[in-house]
């Protein structure tokens, strides 16, 4: 996403959201200046575009820490109230924290795998898959999802997690949400904050699921994935939600919500090895 400033007369742009970022910082501009993106209908203050909104929010409050010390930071840890006809639900900080984004996603997936294994039959693993050197294991390995039982249990993991894309966008519909979200403080809606309307739930939901899993493909989901963290990092949002006009929330990740979302992905994957083993 590409900036256009109007400031003090002078016209800056087109700048990234890192370059806005800086100017904030430096008080080069103002968030009074008038603003505008590609598909915005007219100027308005940069305090009021979306696109800016946890821009300005970081850049004041780091403001105000510098004036009046850390514990003023303690206001954003503060529910905010929901917009008129929107749901309320998890504490919002628009702060943007990719790594969050991807724990949450592989909770998610992690725990569709736990159900998927808990209701089909897992094939045995021969001593030789848990013992002797790599290729050994590997070879075995091989063997086993190679036998009938092995490709039932790769078909019904493939179609848990292409099912789970439908549930998925049901579920951010309804809440916002997902359990793996939902542990690590992300909310979904417009970008005005009201509920995301079923069919954009359910697009984002795919649209995520191909162009920033990779639909979990190696190669093409470790290129997916790179290219959406560092989008995120330069733009301050995802192509998902720039193209479909939504907004991704966070809560603060405070010491709590850590140590209980490293509880729970470990009590999932031990419940997942248990089963597998």
């Known amino acids: 996403m590409e900036f256009y400033i109007s400031s003090q007369g002078k016209k800056l742009g087109p700048l990234s959201l890192y370059r806005v970022t800086e100017l904030l910082r430096d008080k080069e501009i103002s968030a009074k200046d008038l603003g505008w993106v590609r598909d915005q209908e007219k100027w308005m203050p940069l305090e009021e575009m979306p696109a800016l ?52 996603r592989w909770f998610d997936y992690f725990l569709v795998s736990a159900l998927v294994v808990t209701f089909v039959e897992v094939p045995t693993l021969p001593q030789e898959a848990t013992l002797g050197d790599f290729w050994s294991q590997f070879r075995a390995q091989q063997e086993v999802l190679a036998s009938e039982a092995g490709q039932k249990l790769l078909m019904m993991l493939l179609i848990g997690i292409w099912s789970w894309q439908l549930v998925e966008g049901i579920l ?31 697009g984002r939901s795919i649209y995520v699921f191909v162009a920033g899993f990779g639909m979990g493909i190696n190669i093409l989901q470790a290129i997916a994935m790179a290219a959406g963290f560092f989008r995120l990092l330069a733009k301050g949002n995802t192509f998902w939600d720039q193209h479909l006009k939504l907004k991704t929330h966070h809560a603060p990740m405070g010491l709590v919500r850590i140590l209980v979302a490293v509880g729970a992905f470990f009590a999932l994957m031990a419940a997942y090895a248990f089963k597998v083993s």
């Open 53 to 104: 909104e946890s821009t300005i929010r970081a850049v004041r409050r780091k403001e105000r820490e510098q004036k009046l010390g850390p514990e003023v930071v303690l206001e954003d840890v503060k529910e905010q109230p929901a917009p008129d006809g929107a749901k309320s639900g998890l504490p919002v900080s628009r702060e943007v924290q990719p790594f969050a984004r991807f724990w949450a």
């Open 172 to 202: 951010i519909w309804l809440f916002g949400t997902t359990p793996g979200k939902a542990l690590f403080g992300i909310r979904v809606t417009t970008q005005d904050g009201s509920p995301v309307p079923i069919f954009r739930a359910m």
